[in-house]
Structure formats: C-alpha cells, structure tokens
C-alpha cells in the first residue's frame, strides 16, 4: 500500500518507493462483486480505499459467507487497462499477522486473474499460491501482473479434498482492499504512463515496462513489430506463407496474402487456391488427354505440366495447343 511504503521508507529507498507507485490504482471506488456477501460487509468495501481496520466488524473489509467450497471476488476496471501489479490486503483481525493467526488458513491457495470478461477462465492466470505455509504467506501480497484487460478476479476454493496442511476446510473472503496499479490509457507504458505503444502492436496493447509488443498488425514482426514480412510470408506476426501457386511462386502481398502477378495456369482465386481440369485438345490427333494439374508453367514456349498418375513430365508446343479451363 502506498501509505505503509511511505512510513518505512527514507533515503535512497523513497525513490524507489516512488517509483514503484508511479502508477494509478485503477481499481479505487470502482464497481466490484463477489459471489456471496456476509451481512453488509460487499465487495466494494476492499475497493473503497480505507484498510486502518482490518477486524470483520471495522467496516473496512469485504466479507464472504463461510461453509462455502468456492469465494469469488472481482472488481470491474470500467475498460481494458494495461495493469503493472496488484496489491492485496487481507484480514488480519488487528493481530499480529503470522502462523498463529486465524486467517492465514483461508488466504492460502488464493488465485488472481486477469479478464476482458466476467468469466476468469476466458482470461490469463496471473498468480496462484501453490506453496505458502501459514508461516510464510505475506500480507499485504505484491502481485507483479503485467496483462491487459477490464476485470481482476480473486479466486479461492476448497472443492477437492484432502488440502495442504494449514488449509481452512471451507473457502472464504476476507478482502479489505486490492489495489490494481497500471496505466489509466491503454497504448501507454513506462512508470509515468507518459510513452506511446510502438504504432504496429497488435491492438495498440504493449507491455507496461518495457513497451515491447505482445503481438504484431499485419505485415510486421520483431519486439517492437518495426520490421516487415520476409519475402514469401504474410499476415499477422508474419506466420502465413504465400502460395507457391501464385504466377511468382511464394511472393504476395504481405498484408493480404493475394498473389502478385496473377496465378500458376491452371490455378485461380486471390490466393491461387483453386485448381482447374486441364483439358488439352492436341490439333493434329483426334484424341483429347484430360489431366489433373499438380503445376503447369511455360518455358520457351512449350506448355508443361506434371501428370499425376506417374508424375512424368511432359512437353507440348504451345502453337500445337488450344487449352481449356474447367472449375473443379
């Protein structure tokens, strides 16, 4: 918490400590919610600034009900935000917070989420307590989480018997504030949120430190998404290959994929994805050959094509050919 930094730090240390606390806490006197309330003790309580209480009748704290398998908590962001950690604030009934203290067993296990919706599973896991004792789980718990999204979801359950030892047997909340930290716009990083996202990440999103790009547009690559598609791909982050069907095998557009210079003979489509029968009437014979074409080009003037019952290669002058595309 900003205040109790305050108190501890002089010196050389108060600039650290303002460093870290550059960012906004984006999620004071926002909307919250939890899946069950004890008494009048709501979500929005652990939202509301004010944690100098810390014992279940100060008013200070969200509570759950107890007996419960699941505790669920979020606050709503009121928008996709690029967050840089989250501090949590749990219950401490104005005791001194270590193994003796009755709480630790039911903030052990505890996960974070990061979500652009109200289901956590539909966003990113930014932190869960796999290995906290009821002697070493810290209160208040700095979560770095450099993730982008609208909803922070706290998370805790006891659904799958026998627990760690130190374990509550039921799952509960006992809130009394979490502090999201990060930059109030999105396409912002740096401690002061005063730097613009390179102009190519992919959604304008890029992390909140060190401005890197989590993804690219169209067309570019690199940490910074400056550089453009090597000859032959295309797309976002560069992933796709151009068609080797197109009248310059492998080249295309690097935003869209569409062949450059039109299609192989026998191929059509943007993309040259569709193939073609190939009829070809040879003039001087009766006989007409019906092939399936696997590639067809020229080369001085003489029509050539694969045949893909025994892959020969065949050779016929172009002068000698009338040919007759067919859509498969």
Request: aromatic share 12%.
């Amino acid at each position: 918490m900003t205040g109790m930094v305050l108190l501890v730090c002089c010196g050389w240390t108060v600039l650290l400590c303002l460093s870290v606390e550059a960012y906004e806490n984006l999620a004071l006197h926002k909307s919250a919610w939890q899946n069950n309330t004890w008494r009048s003790y709501t979500a929005d309580l652990a939202v509301d600034g004010q944690f100098t209480d810390l014992v279940w009748d100060g008013g200070q704290c969200a509570w759950s009900d107890r007996g419960q398998t699941t505790a669920e908590w979020r606050v709503d962001l009121g928008a996709v935000r690029s967050i840089h950690h989250i501090v949590i604030q749990y219950a401490t009934g104005n005791i001194e917070w270590d193994e003796d203290n009755g709480f630790t067993r039911s903030f052990l296990g505890f996960s974070v989420y990061i979500s652009n919706t109200t289901n956590k599973e539909d966003g990113v896991l930014c932190f869960r307590d796999t290995s906290y004792t009821r002697a070493t789980i810290p209160n208040s718990v700095n979560i770095t989480c450099p993730y982008h999204g609208r909803y922070v979801i706290y998370y805790n359950n006891r659904t799958h018997p026998p627990y760690p030892e130190g374990y509550s047997e039921d799952a509960g909340n006992a809130l009394c504030e979490v502090e999201v930290y990060g930059c109030p716009s999105p396409g912002y990083y740096g401690e002061n949120c005063s730097l613009e996202c390179p102009q190519n990440c992919q959604d304008g999103y890029c992390d909140i430190v060190e401005g890197t790009c989590f993804g690219c547009s169209h067309r570019y690559i690199g940490p910074r998404c400056t550089k453009d598609c090597p000859e032959g791909l295309y797309g976002r982050n560069c992933l796709q290959n151009c068609s080797m069907t197109c009248g310059d095998p492998g080249r295309c557009d690097i935003m869209t994929g569409h062949c450059n210079g039109g299609c192989q003979v026998g191929w059509t489509g943007a993309m040259c994805e569709k193939g073609y029968h190939l009829t070809i009437n040879i003039t001087h014979h009766e006989h007409v050959y019906i092939f399936e074409t696997l590639y067809i080009g020229t080369i001085d003037g003489y029509l050539l094509y694969y045949k893909l019952m025994d892959n020969n290669l065949l050779c016929l002058p172009k002068k000698m050919i009338k040919i007759m595309l067919t859509a498969e």
